[in-house]
């Protein structure tokens, strides 16, 4: 399989996939039918699909393996909800999601109580370790999925002409930090920002320790490091939008080949979601259309790669690498702006907006957690030693180590018993519709 887990006891197990599996439908709420079956880029997925391929991941790999006579719901489903494992046979191209009419959100719902109810059977029956692996590498994968229906749900609203709102709810967005800072009135070109120096040396990278992880976060190995310093937080809205005034768009000598061929090609010229109408900007969110100048402050996002790199090298800095990150990010604690919070959208922390530099890394509050995926400078690779997992399975991380780009750190739509130091998330340097943010770097 592709994970190593602590074994708990099955109470506990049990309690982490029910919590899954009913938040899944409580993000579901706000969204009609209609809604559910919007696809609006080849890389995003329905709404309906995420509902039926995470139950599908349940019945593959836990119930048809660990539950002798178990019954398939639909004889259809096997095939028809597998998202890119090969051994398992074929089964759709995925641009054309969003043609499942059928089965109906009904038949969906009721395909995941079926699921369900097999799965609390198997709870009661006391069963082996790998098969509560199992249940537990599900969570984790639904739990995925909870993240991606949000931002593909984001984007397919986006597209909409009349750019319908998620959720309108206030209740839990502290609106106090997203306001006007002074922090977007430094001289432009030279974000001024707090940086925490580390050491380096040889330090360990990937797992440890008995609780879970995905198999590309090992095998645990060292790593040489030369002294280097990290930013403070991340980098602000307002801090962009000085990138973008400065003619950083305009400019080829901040970007690396192909990500200035993506400029060209695709007109790029403000991060995605971000709109102007009568020269002023405004940004487009789960909440809701939002003016810049009401976001300054916040950590932006649903950047790419190519431009996270672009404005690190006209702020004369650079991206960290994923070692760096994870070597600063140990010890720490897991905290930060997650799902948990209601807040879908990245947010300031005042004290950090104020820049103070701490007198050790170990009282930098520094944003590691939650509000954006921080690009890093590394491709996705395996570490020394890595080996899939046997059988289906190892599809699951091993074959899309080709053209990746690592991102640490989770986001606001991660949920926060998620994430850890050594996770490592991966996408192509071209996408933007993440929740992916900047942190400086420097030696």
């Known amino acids: 399989m592709s994970a190593t887990t602590r074994v708990g006891p099955e109470i506990e197990i ?51 393996e660990f539950v002798p006579g178990y019954r398939l719901f639909n004889q ?44 609390e059977t198997l709870l009661e029956r006391n069963p082996d370790s790998e098969a509560l692996q199992r249940i537990e590498l599900g969570v984790n994968h639904e739990e995925q999925h909870q993240e991606l229906l949000l931002t593909d749900i984001l984007h397919a609203f986006f597209t909409n002409p009349l750019r319908p709102v998620y959720l309108h709810q206030a209740d839990k967005l502290d609106e106090s930090g997203l306001r006007s800072s002074s922090v977007t009135k430094r001289n432009p070109g030279r974000p001024a920002t707090a940086f925490q120096p580390y050491e380096g040396g040889l330090q360990p990278i990937g797992h440890e320790g008995p609780g879970f992880c995905f198999d590309n976060e090992q095998p645990r190995h060292r790593v040489w490091l030369e002294p280097y310093s990290l930013a403070r937080r991340l980098v602000t809205c307002g801090e962009y939008a000085e990138f973008m005034a400065d003619g950083g ?81 140990n010890g720490r604690e897991v905290n930060g702006n997650f799902l948990d919070s209601g807040r879908l959208m990245p947010t300031p922390i005042a004290e950090l907006l104020q820049d103070a530099k701490p007198a050790k890394p170990s009282e930098s509050r520094a944003q590691f957690f939650g509000d954006c995926w921080q690009w890093t400078d590394s491709a ?64």
């Open 249 to 329: 768009y305009r400019r080829p000598e901040f970007w690396l080949s192909t990500g200035w061929l993506a400029v060209q090609t695709q007109g790029w010229r403000a991060p995605l979601y971000w709109t102007s109408e009568s020269g002023d900007w405004s940004l487009y969110t789960l909440r809701g259309e939002m003016p810049l100048a009401r976001m300054e402050s916040a950590p932006v996002s649903h950047v790419s790669y190519f431009e996270a790199d672009a404005y690190a090298r006209w702020a004369g800095r650079r991206l960290p690498t994923e070692f760096e990150w994870e070597a600063a990010a």
């Open 76 to 119: 259809d489903f096997p095939w028809l909800f597998n998202s890119y494992y090969q051994n398992l046979g074929h089964f759709p191209e995925k641009r054309l999601r969003s043609s499942f009419a059928r089965p109906g959100l009904d038949e969906v719902l009721r395909y995941r109580r079926h699921v369900d109810d097999a799965i």
């Open 380 to 443: 996705y690779l395996g570490y020394p030693g890595y080996r899939p997992v046997a059988g289906s399975l190892g599809e699951y991380n091993g074959k899309f180590m080709s053209g990746q780009m690592i991102l640490r750190g989770g986001s606001c739509l991660t949920p926060a018993a998620h994430i850890r130091a050594s996770y490592r998330n991966f996408f192509a340097p071209e996408a933007r519709w993440q929740f992916s943010g900047i942190r400086l770097a420097s030696w």
């Open 14 to 64: 049990g309690s982490r996939f029910r919590k899954a599996r009913r938040r899944t439908l409580e993000l579901c709420e706000p969204l009609t039918p209609e809604d559910m079956m919007v696809q609006s880029l080849p890389e995003a997925s329905p709404v309906k699909w995420h509902l039926a391929h995470t139950a599908w991941f349940f019945e593959t790999f836990i119930l048809r």
